[in-house]
Structure formats: C-alpha cells, structure tokens
C-alpha cells in the first residue's frame, strides 16, 4: 500500500499540493482523476521522488519512501510521465533495455532479452524494433514507453495519462493489459484518466482531486455517482446503466 500523509508542496508561492491524506491499495487498478491543474501529475511525481515535497510523508508498503534506495525504488515502481522527454536517437529496443537495468546490474542477460521481446509483442512493437523514437508517431512512442515500464517489472506501474495519443484498440489492450497484470501478476496500478468511461470500466479505486485535494476517494462502484462527479468536474455528467455497466455522458 502506498500511505500519503500530510502531504503539501508549492513552488514559487503557489499551493499545488494542500495537506493530502490518502492511500493507494495493493493490487488494485486505482485511477487518478480530477479536471486540469487539480494536481495530479504532481501527486505522481512526488510518488516516483520526481518531485521533492515540502511537507508531509509517503511510505510504500510501510517504508518512508526517504529510506528506499534509488535502485530498490526502481524495481518497486516504474514511472510513465505524461510529458515524454525524447532521447531523439534511441532505438525502441534500447529504449526497453533501459527498464531492465534495475535487474540487469551492468548487462543485459537472456532473460532480460526475453522480457524485452514479449513486452515488444505485448505493446505491438516487434515491428518497430529497430525504429528510432523519434521515427514513431505519438501513440507509437507512448507504447513505447508503456512496453519499457512493463519490461522494468515493478510491483507499481504509475501512469500519467498513458491513453493520450491512443487509437481505440490500442486503449482498450492497454487497459486489458493493465487488468491482467494486476489479476495475475499481483501488480499494483495508479493510473491518470481523463476518459470518464474508461475509469468506469477498468478501474477498482478512484482517487479524485481538485486544486491540489482529494475530492473523494473509494471503489468505483460506490464513489463514482452522478452527482460527485459532476461537482469534480464542474460540469452535468449522467450516468446511464447499459447491461449493469455505467457509461459517463458529458459529451452534449
Ligand atoms: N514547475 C511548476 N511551477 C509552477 N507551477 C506548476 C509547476 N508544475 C505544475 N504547476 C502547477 O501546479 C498545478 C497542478 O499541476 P499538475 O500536477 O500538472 O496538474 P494535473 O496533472 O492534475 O493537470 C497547476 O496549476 C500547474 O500549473
Ligand atoms: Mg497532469
């Protein structure tokens, strides 16, 4: 379990994170939701130790993040950012051989090349391989990505807005994919949504935030109503119930 505590943080005087109290649940796919600006990005930056926070405390299974190594935090958690900083000139290959280091000490073995190629397949890459990332088109690159956290194999996968750029087929997989990890990996997910109707199909938990608070936090199926999210997103969201699943309505 991740415990947040207390946790504030501001830069240059301005409040982005105020006095969060949450936690996030071991194998569970939690989604992280909230309108623009409500802090979230910044929530997962303090969780991977991207984002040094002024007060407050995380632990990660009962360890003060503090106290974890850079390397044992790498193979406790992968981190896909939402704004990918592009090594123009690396290969999609190398770029998954990267996730591997936290096993690899020093050299990739068999093993690691092994999990490379099937995270390669799993995110529908084979052919794309030997591609330089910045030779892929933006749905492409964020597979990329998404196949070098898998590849990494830490307990916690947090995404930021990993559906951005996404086609139809490749959300749903990665969703799909996502489930599956966590139902027979025993992984533990945290993931940014903005499509309302993916987080009601796919997510277990919802965190929901604005201006750097949690709004409201539980199972989806108990917390998500019409009216909470409504309120979060300052805009008339409806709930229709089609075959028992929940669809979001907002679009008219
Ligand atoms: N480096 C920064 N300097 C100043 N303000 C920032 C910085 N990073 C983020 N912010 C501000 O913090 C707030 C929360 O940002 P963010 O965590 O990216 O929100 P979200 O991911 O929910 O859209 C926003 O108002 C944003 O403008
Ligand atoms: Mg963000």
């Known amino acids: 379990m991740i415990e947040i505590s207390n946790l504030s943080y501001s830069i240059a005087g301005q ?19 909230g309108p623009n600006g409500a802090g979230k990005s910044t929530l997962l930056g303090a969780i991977g130790r991207q984002v040094d926070i002024n007060t407050g405390q995380i632990k990660i299974d009962g360890e003060d993040l503090q106290n974890i190594t ?19 000139r690396i290969r999609v290959v190398d770029l998954l051989g990267f996730g591997r280091w936290p096993h690899a000490k020093g050299r990739l073995g068999p093993q690691d090349h092994f999990i490379i190629q099937s995270a390669l397949a799993q995110f529908d890459l084979t052919d794309l391989e030997n591609r330089f990332l910045d030779e892929l088109s933006g749905g492409q690159r964020q597979r990329a990505f998404l196949a070098m956290a ?59 935030m604005r201006d750097g608070q949690v709004v409201f936090a539980g199972p989806t199926t108990t917390v998500a109503t019409s009216e909470a999210l409504s309120d979060l997103y300052q805009t008339p969201i409806e709930l229709l119930n089609l075959n028992g699943h929940f669809f979001a309505q907002y679009h008219r």
Not at 72 to 80: N, P
Not at 194 to 200: A, E, I, K, R, V
């Open 15 to 33: 409040q982005i994170l105020d006095g969060i109290n949450t936690h996030l649940q071991r194998n569970q796919i939690t989604a992280l939701i």
């Open 70 to 88: 850079p390397q044992d935090q790498a193979r406790l958690m992968a981190i896909v950012a939402q704004h990918l900083h592009v090594g123009s």
């Open 150 to 208: 898998h590849a990494q194999d830490a307990d916690w996968l947090l995404l930021d807005e990993p559906l951005n750029n996404l086609d139809l087929k490749h959300g749903r997989s990665l969703m799909a994919h996502l489930r599956q990890m966590v139902s027979e990996k025993s992984k533990s997910v945290v993931v940014v949504l903005h499509d309302l109707n993916f987080t009601l199909a796919w997510a277990d938990q919802i965190v929901a």
